[in-house]
């Protein structure tokens, strides 16, 4: 099947722990973005990659880094710098930046 | 920073009446708009998009209509089904960036 993976579903975090959240395609997608939800305030772009070793900030970065090594993968990391990091967090891909994106299932994290 | 403005956060319909929900946008990059739909602990799912070199696309039970001039777009719901209950989000293309902005949302509750 193809699709988009994310793991783990939930996470729990300490303060001043930093945690890495796993996003994995097999669509041959070039293009691949992380967003954050809250209630109420819609999904959030944090980074987004257009290519292998290429990634851009997003319109919230603070706190957050990312790294393209390979297509298929595009892991995210919540720093202790991210103030507020509790929140559901959506990996997407695309064909081509700015086609059609498809989503993962998501991970909730939870800081404690 | 590019915004696009979901209405309303929040909709109760009846079993087999119309919902609609509209989106309001401001500059964009790139013609493409699209409707996600997403059920609680899921990632969205794309549902239906437009180009908006028409002013209407219908899939089904679901109708895109597009007004460019005034930049707003609705998604109408015709004979809404209690299956359709979901969070339902606009999304328009970034100015300057091969991205999409996503509404705030609009929870859909279709009562049996």
């Known amino acids: ?112 | 920073q590019q915004q696009v403005k979901q209405s309303p956060q929040s909709l109760i319909v009846q079993k087999g009446g119309i919902s609609i929900i509209n989106c309001a946008y401001e500059n964009t990059a790139f013609d493409y708009f699209p409707w996600y739909q997403q059920f609680p602990g899921k990632g969205p799912a794309l549902l239906i998009a437009i180009r908006p070199d028409v002013s209407e696309k219908k899939e089904g039970r679901f109708t895109i209509s597009f007004n460019k001039s005034a930049k707003q777009f609705s998604l109408h719901i015709m004979d809404s089904q209690p299956g359709d209950s979901a969070t339902y989000f606009c999304a328009a293309p970034q100015t300057g960036a091969n991205n999409l902005f996503f509404g705030t949302g609009t929870r859909l509750t279709v009562i049996p």
């Not at chain 1, 290519?51 to 603070?62: M, S, T």
Request: some cysteine; glycine content about 10%.
């Open chain 1, 1 to 112: 099947d193809g699709g988009i993976t994310q793991s783990p579903k939930y996470l729990f975090r300490k303060e001043g722990q930093n945690v890495t959240l796993s996003c994995e395609q097999n669509l041959n997608h070039d293009a691949m973005y992380w967003y954050r939800q809250d209630p109420g305030q819609g999904l959030r772009l944090i980074y987004y990659s257009q290519i292998v070793n290429d990634f851009q900030k997003g319109d919230i970065a603070e706190g957050y880094s990312v790294s393209r090594e390979k297509k298929e993968s595009f892991p995210l990391t919540v720093t202790s710098a991210q103030k507020n990091p509790t929140a559901f967090y959506l990996c997407a891909s695309s064909i081509s930046l700015g086609g059609e994106q498809f989503f993962g299932p998501g991970t909730r994290l939870t800081v404690l």
